[in-house]
């Protein structure tokens, strides 16, 4: 017996009915949502700590803060975004309508990871229900806390007509994935993203992967290192190191390095105290998989800084490898954790040439006082989102997208760009059904004369300007 098939049979019959393709009705899902956020904060937050250790801090500025504030925006402009939006036309079209008309898709499957279990969950589900469309919803069955909440407390917020939350691990997701959708948002590993999307492919179904990688951190010699090892640690160890965008290796000088190693010790030190274990403000390592993956990497190069770890606690210490070589593991796979092994370069062209060797990362930083060397590692690189002299603040942007590019995803969402996400941009032109005389230049018999008129007739305009 299939588990899922009378759920998503409920909500594509809902959908067929025109109910979420209101405004009225939009703006009330995500009304509710915003709800559930302030009504269950202390319940999040409780959540968080249990699955990850996460502080009241790091929970509300990286899941709810976010979260809320995606929903805040989308209220704000939902019509504006639902509008239709009208476009250039060419002297043929110039009495008729032409626009673009953003259309939900359907029924959506929305797969969440655990690392940031909240957040990487609603902001999608933000654009998914802002544009219309019916949800399946699949929290990780990794972070158990934060997926019970969900499946127990979220559904009694919204419609539940048309949203549902779906459990499991592995084998159900993959059942799951072999109904069609008409659109597929996964956040995870590269790994499972190549699962999800070959089973999308399976009936054409578009798919956007959040992704991650190894994402590149080169720090020049022209920086003060206390200010680069305040920013470098706090985006690496913040939630453990187990975020998708976090630096996954610094890229420096050996001068350098002799010179950051000291300052990442002081910052660590005073970021989390002489005993990191007990410190309120450090996570702790998902599950004992992720632990012992992340143990054996501690063997990679040389331990400079941290390197100890207590598996009764999940607990890594903040780390910085050095003499690290490349073939080693830790350089093999994305770390995700408070690992940060640091590589020599001799010049910003030996970096540049070090990240292009490598598949395209989700996030690179570059560290310098000179804008020169920032601006020319942007030009000389790809990735899918860039941050000069700082961690990932370009999260904290709404206004711009954020997506990988090659291995590191496919799409791109967070405001507008997650509502555009999940529509469909249906493109219309309504003409005029008389003044067919305009209209016999295009039928048979042809001519020269018809096709040089015609060809004037359809070239593209730069304005959109009327000719009444």
Not at 130 to 151: D, H, R, W, Y
């Amino acid at each position: 017996m299939d588990p899922f098939e009378d759920t998503l049979r409920r909500l594509r019959e809902a959908f067929h009915t025109g109910r979420t393709r209101s405004a009225e009705f939009r703006a009330a899902q995500l009304r509710g949502l915003g709800r559930f956020l302030q009504e269950n904060k202390q319940l999040l937050h409780d959540a968080l700590a249990q699955d990850l250790h996460k502080s009241a801090f790091e929970s509300e500025l990286s899941e709810v803060a976010i979260s809320q504030g995606e929903i805040t925006l989308a209220l704000r402009n939902l019509r504006a975004w639902m509008k239709d939006e009208r476009v250039p036309k060419n002297l043929a079209t110039q009495l008729d309508s032409a626009f673009i008309r953003k259309e939900p898709f359907g029924l959506v499957l929305i797969i969440a990871p655990w690392n940031y279990p909240l957040n990487l969950t609603l902001v999608p589900l933000v654009g998914a229900l802002a544009a219309g469309n019916c949800v399946v919803l699949k929290p990780s069955e990794i972070s158990k806390s934060i997926e019970k909440v969900l499946a127990e407390v979220l559904p009694r917020y919204l419609d539940e007509s048309c949203f549902a939350v779906v459990l499991g691990g592995p084998q159900e997701t993959g059942q799951l994935l072999e109904h069609r959708f008409d659109y597929i948002f996964f956040t995870g590993s590269p790994r499972v993203g190549r699962i999800v999307m070959t089973a999308a492919a399976k009936h054409l179904t578009p798919v956007t992967l959040e992704l991650g990688g190894k994402n590149p951190c080169y720090v020049d010699d022209n920086c003060d290192p206390q200010t680069v090892a305040n920013r470098v640690a706090w985006f690496r160890y913040f939630n453990a190191g187990q975020t998708c965008v976090a630096p996954d290796y610094v890229l420096c000088s050996p001068e350098m390095q002799e010179r950051l190693l000291p300052a990442l010790q002081s910052t660590i030190t005073r970021f989390y105290g002489d005993d990191p274990q007990s410190s309120p403000n450090l996570g702790r390592i998902i599950n004992q998989k992720q632990f012992q993956r992340l143990r054996a990497l501690l063997g990679c190069g040389h331990v400079a800084i941290g390197g100890q770890s207590d598996e009764s606690d999940r607990y890594i210490a903040p780390t910085v490898l050095v003499d690290v070589q490349e073939t080693e593991p830790v350089m093999q796979e994305e770390i995700f954790g408070p690992i940060l092994p640091i590589l020599n370069v001799r010049s910003v062209d030996e970096a540049i040439e070090f990240i292009n060797r490598r598949e395209k990362p989700l996030a690179l930083y570059a560290f310098s006082n000179s804008s020169q060397v920032v601006k020319r590692v942007l030009t000389q690189t790809s990735s899918g989102g860039f941050c000069g002299n700082d961690g990932f603040m370009h999260m904290t942007l709404a206004s711009l997208p954020f997506g990988g590019v090659g291995a590191s995803g496919v799409g791109r969402y967070h405001g507008k760009f997650s509502f555009d996400t999940f529509s469909h941009h249906r493109a219309c032109l309504l003409r005029r059904p008389g003044m067919e005389k305009l209209n016999a230049l295009r039928y048979p018999p042809h001519s020269p004369r018809r096709l040089r008129v015609l060809l004037v007739a359809m070239e593209a305009r730069g304005c959109s300007c009327t000719l009444l």
